[in-house]
């Protein structure tokens, strides 16, 4: 049995993780009950990791597993941005990371995924907007119509798959911007499997 103040602490984390897609630290669990120390945020966390309600994993403070709702949380890296328009070359550099319950996700169970924030308009047909982030999986098995960001002749950008008797170009999603067909390369980086609006709240690269 959970005490109250247990049970308080265990639904502000719950909250916390179905609004805003992550984990609150315990920082902020302290400073949101009022607490003099961190010492007393442990103490219920303990508490409740003992009782089967929460899973704590080494060295991820946030990583929180709430048996209650089986909900786990997840920390997906942003690699930079990535255009959705005409194709412009990107610096692949960690820039935060995106907190996501892993039902959500949608990639396969020992997948890789990155994510990538989006730039441009060409995808708007498909909404996928302007300041988005998408997550993709580092998948072999590409399909026609599949959402990629695909290196096309050096440069990388984010549009539509496409198969056309067998050769492959990349479409996008706005009637104001052209197919994009290979002259030498196409090669998929990312297939995408979700998409995260851009009012969702983000984890900082630096963890509190």
């Known amino acids: 049995m959970l005490t109250d103040r247990q049970k308080d602490v265990l639904g502000f984390i719950q909250t916390e993780q179905r609004d805003k897609g992550i984990t609150p630290s315990t920082r902020e669990i302290q400073k949101h009950f009022g607490y003099a120390s961190q010492t ?113 002749d050096g440069e990388t950008t984010l549009k539509r798959y496409v198969l056309d008797h067998g050769r492959p170009y990349l479409k996008a999603e706005n009637p104001l911007y052209p197919n994009l067909v290979p002259a030498r390369e196409l090669r998929v980086q990312g297939v995408m499997v979700s998409l995260v609006r851009k009012q969702m709240a983000l984890s900082s690269q630096k963890r509190r």
């Open 40 to 152: 007393s945020v442990m103490q219920y966390l303990d508490a409740l990791e003992r009782k089967g309600f929460l899973d704590r994993h080494a060295r991820k403070a946030r990583a929180l597993i709430t048996p209650v709702q089986k909900v786990r949380i997840t920390d997906i890296p942003i690699y930079g941005q990535i255009p959705a328009g005409m194709a412009v070359l990107t610096e692949q550099t960690i820039e935060g990371h995106v907190s996501l319950d892993t039902r959500t996700v949608n990639a396969s169970k020992n997948g890789r995924t990155f994510a990538l924030r989006v730039r441009g308009d060409s995808m708007i047909d498909a909404h996928i907007m302007d300041g988005d982030i998408v997550i993709l999986e580092d998948r072999k098995d590409v399909q026609s119509g599949d959402i990629v960001a695909a290196l096309i």
